[in-house]
């Protein structure tokens, strides 16, 4: 099994999953496609729940989602349940500007779906001089 890296675009993330079970997904995630963007990175995953490392880490910072970005992320949230379940580790950390509420809100709501433990982290925005 390859790692899978998709290079981040305006309107989408970069992906960058590792069969070592380091998953990044950082970026806006507004598609024109939907699901050709997202069915490749959901049948990678599919593909990684056959023999997933001992320790899976989700790393998500993300500006943005649309609705159906935020269904595909939320789906494969709920893979990592699996791997609790099957008695494996995973975690989430969610990254989020320290003044983007609605990010944090929504890293809140995705833990509260789901049984993997989440860490938050607030990013400061660099100041320009």
């Given amino acids: 099994m390859e ?21 990044e997904i950082h970026g806006k995630s507004i598609p024109d ?7 490749t990175v959901s049948d990678w995953f599919h593909l990684y729940m056959f023999t997933p490392a ?4 989700f790393e998500l910072q993300i500006d943005y989602l649309n609705t159906s970005s935020s269904k595909s992320v939320l789906h494969l949230l709920y893979r990592l349940n699996e791997l609790k379940d099957r008695g494996l580790d995973a975690e989430v950390i969610w ?3 320290a003044n983007d ?13 789901v049984k ?5 982290m607030k990013i400061q925005e660099a100041v320009l001089s």
């Fill in 3 to 23: 790692d899978l890296y998709i290079k981040a675009t305006s309107t989408t993330p970069e992906i960058s999953f590792s069969k070592n079970g380091i998953m």
């Fill in 33 to 39: 496609s939907e699901s050709d963007f997202w069915s």
């Fill in 54 to 57: 001992k320790k899976t880490t």
């Fill in 95 to 97: 990254s989020y500007n």
């Fill in 101 to 113: 509420y609605d990010m944090q809100e929504v890293g809140k709501d995705y833990e509260h779906m």
């Fill in 116 to 120: 993997v433990p989440f860490s938050f």
